[in-house]
């Protein structure tokens, strides 16, 4: 039976209220460190009965085994700040792609990028990431859940 309800692959948005996530096993960061996102993205996909992290910009192996993601991007987090503690909304792919959407605008400072963007194209068109990054309280699609709750949330699905 599968532990993703409704689709075998999901996105995941993470961020958090003060929209500061430190990130682990990032390549954007040197070995060790952290990156501090105000949110993330990634693929959350299920292969013979196995709960699968898919992340383009982690320095884990793609695709990692949930548990080993969550551990190594995460590491004892329970000890952080709480606002540090990341926030995460398991979403459907089709309402992922149908409903967020980002220009880019957050990585610009005028015409400048803070950093070189993704080299993928951009998701959707023009730019409600703000909304989606108010992590919890907005109505948007998916519960937001934290460490625990996400691993709850999926096995109990089973």
């Not at 409704?6 to 961020?15: L, T």
């Not at 682990?24 to 699968?52: I, K, N």
């Not at 383009?56 to 969550?70: A, I, V």
Request: charged share 25%; with cysteine; aromatic share 14%.
């Amino acid at each position: 039976m599968s532990r993703l309800p409704d689709a075998s692959y999901w996105a995941v948005i993470v961020s958090n209220t003060g929209r500061c996530i430190p990130y682990f096993a990032q390549r954007s960061a040197a070995v060790g460190d952290p990156v501090f996102w105000d949110y993330h993205v990634w693929l959350l996909a299920e292969h013979e009965d196995e709960l699968y992290a898919l992340d383009l910009d982690s320095r884990l192996p793609t695709p990692t085994p949930l548990t080993l993601y969550l551990d190594a991007s995460f590491p004892e987090y329970p000890t952080w700040p709480k606002a540090y503690w990341p926030w995460f909304r398991p979403i459907r792919r089709d309402q992922y792609l149908a409903e967020f959407a980002s220009d880019r605008r957050h990585m610009r400072d005028g015409e400048r990028w803070h950093a070189p963007p993704p080299p993928w194209p951009c998701i959707g068109n023009g730019h409600i990431l703000d909304a989606w990054r108010e992590i919890p309280g907005v109505a948007l699609p998916g519960k937001v859940l934290t460490v625990d709750e996400l691993i709850e949330y999926l096995t109990a699905s089973r």
